[in-house]
């Protein structure tokens, strides 16, 4: 295999996450680990810029993220959550629910996600 078909391998171990954009559709999609996929030459791995609220592309390795995790005794502070509060499936490509822009909600621990696109 070359080293070009390896780059476009998203391997992701548990507790990772990836933010990839879809291009021929405009989607972003969460995809969270365990999990291992080929991506199609129109998928680009991006990440979240917060100083300009836009996403910009990156590379497979800096799009792969940790999930958030908050232990007993902590909260997280979730900006923009899902409207019918789901996260992103384990295992699984996610796609972007309807989400409560401008929303912050506080999640007791234990708890981890991973992080919906927005």
Known sequence: MSDRGRERDLVLAPNEFA??????????????????TSL???DQPVVFDPG???FV???LDEATQTISIAPEGWY???????????HPRTGALNN????????KVNIPGPFSFALWPG
């Open 52 to 54: 300009s609220k836009k």
């Open 96 to 103: 972007l629910p309807e989400l409560n822009i401008g929303r």
């Open 76 to 86: 997280l502070v979730l900006k923009n959550p899902a409207r019918d509060n789901t």
């Open 19 to 36: 933010f990839i954009s879809d291009e021929t559709k405009g989607n972003i999609n969460v995809y969270v680990g365990p999990h291992k």
């Open 57 to 59: 592309r990156t590379s």
């Open 40 to 42: 199609a030459n129109t």
